[in-house]
């Protein structure tokens, strides 16, 4: 059974840091291209940060560029987005995708608020 589950949400301070972990299951994690999405109340869903088979090449949406990191430890079938340097319009649910071929796959999302 393929699942992704996302964890690492809660409430942090503008400024503070904070990881989400996406733990992958049911397929073969490696070969995936996996991303983080978020959604914002009243907005569309976006791309936050994605990660290519292999961890060779990553991609960065220009918000977040410089303030957030995303790695994958394919032995542990795990994608990381570590997020520095919150500020409130980061506040989202986070998801995260996986993407081969035809294979496309949701977990079902990690909400964050960054507020004082």
């Known amino acids: 059974q393929v699942q992704l589950v996302e964890s690492g949400g809660g409430l942090v301070q503008p400024g503070a840091s904070l990881r989400l972990s996406c733990a992958a299951s049911g397929f073969t994690f490696s070969s995936y291209d996996v991303g983080w999405y978020r959604q914002a109340p009243g907005k569309e869903r976006e791309l936050v940060a994605r990660?290519?088979?292999?961890?060779?090449?990553?991609y960065y949406a220009d918000s977040v560029k410089g303030r957030f990191t995303i790695s994958r430890d394919n032995g542990k079938n795990t994608v990381y987005l570590q997020m520095n340097s919150l500020k409130p319009e980061d506040t989202a649910v986070y998801y995260c995708n996986a993407g081969y071929s035809t294979y496309d796959y949701w977990g079902p999302g990690t909400q964050f608020t960054v507020s004082s």
């Open positions: 990660i290519y088979s292999y961890g060779r090449y990553t």
